[in-house]
């Protein structure tokens, strides 16, 4: 089953506006990591949060944990049409392995 | 999806036919995993691999089989392929429980 959920499943947004996804999962954790995918290719890795951090940054991405709630949550600031794709995000509750959740797709519209 | 490829990119099958997905990596990580995307399911875990010769079940590895005789190489065969393994096949590859790479994935189609 899967560990984390991401809400919501969709977002359309313009282009310019801020885009923020939320990720719950069910189990106690080490990390959270957040995926883009772009239409037809594989995921890439945006950004790790450890389960001891409250906040991380990395350019336009702010990404928050709180884990007395098992949720977080990924802001895309200022968005661009080149962040058109969908979200997500993965724990490692298991060992070696990650969970991903079903995904947040973004849309920046022009 | 540098330093890892997979192969074939598309593939249609019939049912009841055996497939092999093979990925191949460049980046001498010790950890190969093989993923399934399916609409509304995100990815899930079928196999994985922490060294030569040593794998593991995921969470839907019923009707798939893995071998890895080589760092570099992570092969997922359908030993006879059903209508329900249609899907995308992501291979990733890792160093631990940290960060994982994926290839470009591979579009299963058994009709």
């Known amino acids: 089953s899967q560990q984390g959920e991401e809400d919501p499943q969709a977002l359309s947004i313009q282009e310019g506006e801020n885009a923020t996804m939320n990720c719950s999962y069910k189990?106690?954790?080490?990390?959270l990591q957040w995926y883009r995918q772009n239409s037809g290719r594989g995921l890439v890795h945006l950004i790790l949060i450890r389960s001891n951090e409250r906040e991380k940054h990395s350019g336009r991405l702010r990404v928050t944990l709180d884990t007395s709630k098992k949720s977080s949550s990924l802001l895309i600031t200022a968005s661009r049409a080149a962040d058109t794709a969908s979200y997500f995000c993965?724990?490692?509750?298991?060992?070696?392995?990650?969970?991903f959740g079903a995904g947040t797709t973004v849309t920046v519209r022009a | 999806d540098a330093g890892i490829t997979q192969s074939p990119r598309h593939k249609v099958t019939e049912t009841g036919t055996p497939v092999t997905l093979r990925c191949h990596q460049t980046e001498n990580h010790r950890y190969m995993y093989w993923y399934r995307q399916d609409p509304g399911h995100g990815l899930r875990l079928i196999h994985y691999?922490?060294?030569?010769?040593?794998?593991d079940k995921g969470e839907v590895s019923d009707g798939y089989s893995v071998s890895r005789s080589k760092t570099e190489d992570f092969l997922l065969t359908l030993e006879s392929a059903t209508s329900s393994q249609t899907s995308v096949y992501f291979c990733a590859t890792g160093t631990g429980a940290y960060e994982q790479y994926f290839g470009p994935g591979t579009r299963l189609t058994v009709t």
């Open positions: 189990t106690s954790i080490n990390n």
């Open positions: 993965a724990t490692d509750a298991l060992r070696y392995k990650l969970s």
């Open positions: 691999s922490y060294g030569v010769k040593d794998t």
